[in-house]
């Protein structure tokens, strides 16, 4: 997987005084000039209290490549996500495929709602990755014959698999980028358990590393309140 943070406007002061223009008016702008580590109670307490606009007058654009059946995922997140996505209509696609890591646990276990997943063995590491590169050559191959016979490309993509890498830009700001990570991510002070697809956890993870740096005190707080978006 591969996120960039390509472009952004995200800061904690940024929290403070959208928060303070309710009882300061205009002067809260003075809030841009200060250490906004005088005020980190106050962005607690506007998580703790889950008064959540003021996390919104901020903007991330992250340039992603991940596997199809992750963007198909990602894009269930709506409220306050922008997405421009590569188009397969419009340019030929490259074969570039996701194939599972050593370390990615095979085997499904449980029922619905109780599912857990567990480490396969060599040997179903060894089939998953060898169906996936017949089948990927394949598709391929096809994809290619069509586009040589003269088949529209917009045609042609429909032989193609969800393994398939894409790439697009994704826009957020931090509040919903919160509710993307309490969703998307496991983590150990997370009030509310989730179970997310690894591949799209992996994105989360370093779209959450590189938000972070934007705004710690922000971070910080979201952790100390149980990864909950306000």
């Not at 472009?7 to 300061?24: F, M």
């Not at 703790?48 to 903007?59: A, K, L, Q, T, V």
């Not at 179903?124 to 996936?132: G, N, R």
């Not at 998307?184 to 989360?204: D, N, W, Y």
């Amino acid at each position: 997987m591969t996120v960039r943070l390509i472009r952004s406007s995200a800061t904690d002061a940024d929290v403070l005084w959208a928060a303070r223009v309710s009882t300061a008016g205009g002067q809260s702008l003075e809030e841009l000039t200060k250490d906004p580590e005088r005020s980190k109670g106050l962005i607690n307490y506007l998580m703790r209290d889950r008064h959540g606009s003021p996390f919104e007058h901020n903007s991330m654009t992250f340039f992603i490549s991940a596997p199809i059946f992750v963007f198909r995922e990602f894009m269930r997140h709506r409220v306050g996500w922008s997405y421009n996505e590569e188009s397969g209509r419009y340019r030929e696609l490259e074969p570039v495929f996701y194939l599972p890591a050593p370390d990615r646990k095979l085997v499904q276990q449980g029922r619905p709602g109780k599912y857990e997943f567990v480490a396969g063995t060599p040997e179903q590491h060894e089939s998953a990755v060898t169906a996936l590169k017949e089948s990927y050559a394949r598709s391929y191959a096809a994809y290619q014959d069509l586009l040589a016979a003269g088949v529209a490309r917009e045609v042609a993509r429909a032989t193609l698999p969800v393994g398939l890498y894409s790439s697009m830009y994704a826009t957020c700001n931090a509040r919903s980028l919160m509710h993307f990570l309490g969703l998307r991510t496991t983590h150990e002070l997370a009030k509310v358990p989730s179970f997310p697809q690894r591949e799209i956890e992996m994105v989360g993870e370093r779209m959450e590393a590189e938000w972070a740096k934007l705004m710690p005190l922000t971070h910080a707080a979201f952790n100390a309140n149980g990864r909950v978006a306000p």
